[in-house]
């Protein structure tokens, strides 16, 4: 296991599958606000940040293989 790994563990985020899991859970509710209000910026911004979360992890487990 390399040292960001364990750093992430020990902050307590959990494993990152786990961690991509409630990523998701959170994207699907703020989707549904989405759809209502399309010109929410505060929206937009948080759902680019969930996905650049959600793509970085699936990254770092890649590079774990």
Excluded: A, E
């Amino acid at each position: 296991m390399s040292i960001l790994h364990n750093i992430i563990k020990k902050k307590g985020y959990g494993d990152l599958k786990v961690q991509n899991y409630f990523l998701i859970k959170k994207l699907k509710k703020i989707k549904f606000h989405f759809l209502n209000n399309k010109k929410d910026l505060k929206c937009k911004i948080n759902i680019n940040k969930i996905i650049f979360k959600i793509k970085k992890n699936i990254n770092f487990m890649k590079n774990l293989l």
